[in-house]
C-alpha cells in the first residue's frame, strides 16, 4: 500500500525551492494514493491562489470542505 509520505516529502521540497507546478504535480500524485486529507486539498488551494489560478483554487478550497466542513 502507498501511504503517500514521498509525495508529501516532494511537495515540501517543491514549496521550499519555489517551484509551484512541481509542488502540484506531486499533490497530483498524493491524490491518486487515495489519501483524503484536507490538508491536502487546502494546500492546493493556496498554491493555485499564488499562481493567480483564483477559480481553481476555490475548487480545491471547496474540497477541503467536503473532506471536513468544520474547517
Not at 504535480?25 to 489519501?35: E, F, I, K, M, V
Amino acid at each position: 500500500a502507498v501511504d503517500g509520505s514521498v509525495e508529501l516529502l516532494a511537495i515540501d521540497v517543491a514549496i521550499a525551492t519555489n517551484r509551484p507546478a512541481l509542488a502540484l504535480d506531486a499533490l497530483d500524485a498524493l491524490a491518486r494514493t487515495g489519501q483524503q486529507d484536507p490538508y491536502v486539498h487546502a494546500l492546493r488551494g493556496s498554491i493555485l491562489r499564488d499562481l493567480g489560478r483564483a477559480e481553481e483554487a476555490r475548487a480545491a478550497c471547496r474540497g477541503a470542505l467536503e473532506v471536513d466542513p468544520r474547517l
